[in-house]
Structure formats: C-alpha cells, structure tokens
C-alpha cells in the first residue's frame, strides 16, 4: 500500500473516532440534567474543556514539530478520548462522587480532543511531500463527519438498550480499541528527516522576513475564532434545543442529529477538493455563507421534517473546517512549521473560540435567562462577523505569494 493511501485510511479512522466524541457532552447535558447535575454546572465545564483543548493543542504542535512522534500523538489522544468517556459515565453509576467524575472526565476529555486535528492533517502532508493535499483532508474529514453521525447513533442505541451506564462505558471501549487499531497501521509513518523541525528553531526565526504568513495565520485564525464562537455553541446546545422542540424525545433528538450531519461525509470531499482547485478563500467565505443562510432558515421554522432539511444544509456546509481551514494553511505556510500553524489555526481559532462561543451563549441562556432560540439567533450574529473578517484574507495571502517569489 502506498504511503499517502497508508496515511489516508488510518488517519481517517482516527477522524472516525476523533469526532465520535463531538455530539458526546451535548447529550450528556441532556442525560446529567435528569439525574440532578444542573445544566449551568456542565455548561460550565463545556466551556473549561473546550478552552482546555484549544490551549492544549498548541503544545500538542510543538511536539509534533520537534518531535518525529505523530503516530504515537495521535494514538494517544484517542486513547485519552476512551478514558475520559469512561470516567463520564461513572456518575450514572454512583451518586457519590458524580460532579468530581464529571469534572475530571471533561478535562480529561478536553486534552484528549487537542490531538487528532493538527497532527492528522500533518501526517497526510508529510505522506506525499510538494502535493497540495487538500482533497485527501476532504475525504480525511468525510470519516469524521461520519463518526459524527454513527457514533451518536451508536451511542444513543447504546444508552437506550443498556442504561446510560453500561451504554457509556460500551461507548468508551469504541475509542479504546480504535487507539490501538490507529497505531498499528501508521507506526511506521514518519515525517522525512529533512523536514523534521530542529528543536533549536523558533517559528519566528522559520518566518522571519515573511510577515505576510503571519498576517494570514492571524486573520484567518480570527475569521475562524468568531465562526467558532458560533459553531461550539450550537454543538453543545443543538441537543438540548432539539428535546426541547421535540417534546422532550431523545430518541428522536439522536436521529436528527444522525441523519443530518451525514451531509458532511459528502460536504468535506467536495469543499476539499474545491480547496484545491479554486483555493482556500473560496471555500472559506462560501461554507461561511451557506451556514449562515442554512441555521437562519432552521431557526424560522419549528417543523420536524423543514427543521431537518435546513439543519442538514447547515451541516453540509459547517462541518468543513479539516479541508477548508488546514487545506488553506498547507497552500500557504511552510511545510516546517506546519503543525504548529496548524494548531494556532485549530487550537486557537477553532477549539479556543468554541470555549468563548460557550462562554457567552451560558452568560446569555443561565444569566440572562434568555431561551435557546433566542440565544442561537444572537450567537449566530459571530457567524456573520467571521465572513466579513474572512472578506480580508487575500490581502494577506497574496502577500505571502510575492514574498515567496522574491
């Protein structure tokens, strides 16, 4: 087997079980609130994780870059994923230490979600070096849509055949065997030892003289920072919103959830493969638009069926960040530093935001006492502010261009 269709097939069963755990803690709000733990204290903890995460990552590049250590990184956060699952379904189990099990879990959960994202991306690009590789992390981020829309099956298909406790610890177990399937088929992937980043070498000194890279990570990691503010949000909530307007169902709330974000699985592919026939900007702005559009029509309209169609529009397009986001970088940064662009891009513009995205949708739904719709209209004005920002990205970006050149 080729190395790329190596690295391909087994980074995305990583994305598989990366983003089985998306939906996770938007169901467990749900599930926590019914045996006593108030939604104000696992909001909380969302917004600790998710910021746990995005902090988390930024160390996870580092290592990445200095280190040839992707196989074992990646591993590693997916095993951390199965472990943390476990610890959050212990409060099913006992009532004697539940807020300390979720606590730990969460956090735990959050270091574990910092992994797979930026060193995925890079052991695609390291596979075939000089090739723009952004319609292999389209089809890369088709599996984790698909692990967004399976795994909250098969976790709600768990639960509610077995009891939240056995269901979630059957859940962890997914995550537990993946770690080691993962690990057994990208070992031997390495970065080539001539683009394995000196531990002496700063990213500055990688950069200096090219402000223009800078410029481009900056703008488009803000771009990504306020789409994030609103994407995290409806992540964490979408769940809860959707109990609530289906007459309090979970079975119902899981296959929403399960049939509409099957459109990413087509989505990524087709953004990515438009990542690299057209360029990253296009895609950026146009997945933004179609987002925007696509939650406004959801949010109008409280019919099941309309509700599913609009959600899953909305989807198809949102869920595009892999290809779109780290497609983008890879046309544009230096293959050296690319782990940690990436997880400056990622950890601060996407996992980071989503944490101050949390922030203010539980300032406005617990201390303002707003209801969710109203919150979700309000949130997704960040959605329309990151499209704007993202209208400034080729001022930079071909700067780089000319940089590069001279």
């Known amino acids: 087997m080729k190395s790329e269709v190596k690295a391909l097939v087994f980074t995305s069963i990583g994305h598989f079980a990366n983003d089985g755990t998306f939906l996770l803690f938007s169901a467990l709000i749900v599930f926590y609130s019914n ?9 909380s903890l969302a917004v600790v994780y998710t910021l746990l995460s995005g902090v988390f990552a930024l160390y996870v590049g580092k290592l990445s870059d200095k280190h040839n250590k992707d196989p074992e990184l990646m591993s590693i956060g997916i095993l951390i994923m199965g472990i943390a699952v476990a610890l959050l379904a212990l409060p099913f189990y006992t009532s004697s230490a539940e807020y300390y099990a979720v606590t730990v879990g969460s956090l735990i959960l959050g270091i574990g979600q910092a992994f797979y994202h930026p060193i995925g991306a890079n052991i695609i690009r390291f596979s075939k070096p000089g090739r723009d590789m952004s319609d292999f992390l389209g089809i890369n981020g088709s599996f984790g849509s698909l692990g967004r829309s399976l795994l909250i099956l098969v976790f709600g298909a768990f639960v509610l055949s077995t009891g939240d406790f056995t269901g979630t610890m059957l859940y962890a177990l997914i995550f537990i065997v ?24 700063s990213m500055k000194s990688e950069l200096k003289g090219n402000a223009g890279v800078w410029g481009f990570i900056a703008i488009l990691t803000s771009s990504f920072f306020l789409r994030s503010m609103f994407l995290g949000s ?18 119902l709330s899981f296959i929403f959830l399960g049939v509409s974000l099957m459109t ?5 592919p087709f953004f990515g493969y438009l990542t690299r026939k057209k360029g990253g900007f296009l895609t950026v702005v146009l997945t933004g638009v179609i987002s925007f559009v696509a939650f406004a029509g959801f949010l109008s309209t409280n019919m099941y069926y309309l509700d599913l169609i609009f959600y899953s529009i909305y989807a198809f397009a949102a869920y595009t960040g892999f290809p779109t986001l780290l ?37 406005f739904y617990k201390v303002f006492n707003q209801s969710l719709h109203t919150v979700f209209i309000e949130i997704s004005l960040f959605l329309l502010a990151s499209i704007i920002i993202a209208l400034f990205i080729p001022a930079y970006s071909n700067r780089i261009v000319h940089e590069m050149e001279t």
């Open 178 to 201: 993946l770690s080691g399937v993962i690990y057994s088929g990208t070992y031997k992937i390495r970065k080539p030892e001539r683009r394995t980043h000196k531990p002496n070498q």
């Open 234 to 251: 409806v992540s964490v909530y979408i769940f809860s919103y959707l109990d609530l307007i289906d007459a309090n169902s979970s079975a």
């Open 264 to 268: 990413p699985v087509i989505g990524q």
């Open 327 to 363: 497609g983008f970088i890879g046309q544009n940064v230096p293959a050296s530093v690319s782990a940690r662009a990436n997880t400056i891009a990622w950890g601060l513009g996407t996992t980071v935001g989503s944490s101050a995205g949390l922030g203010v949708f539980l300032l």
């Open 35 to 43: 045996i006593g733990i108030p939604v104000y204290f696992t909001g």
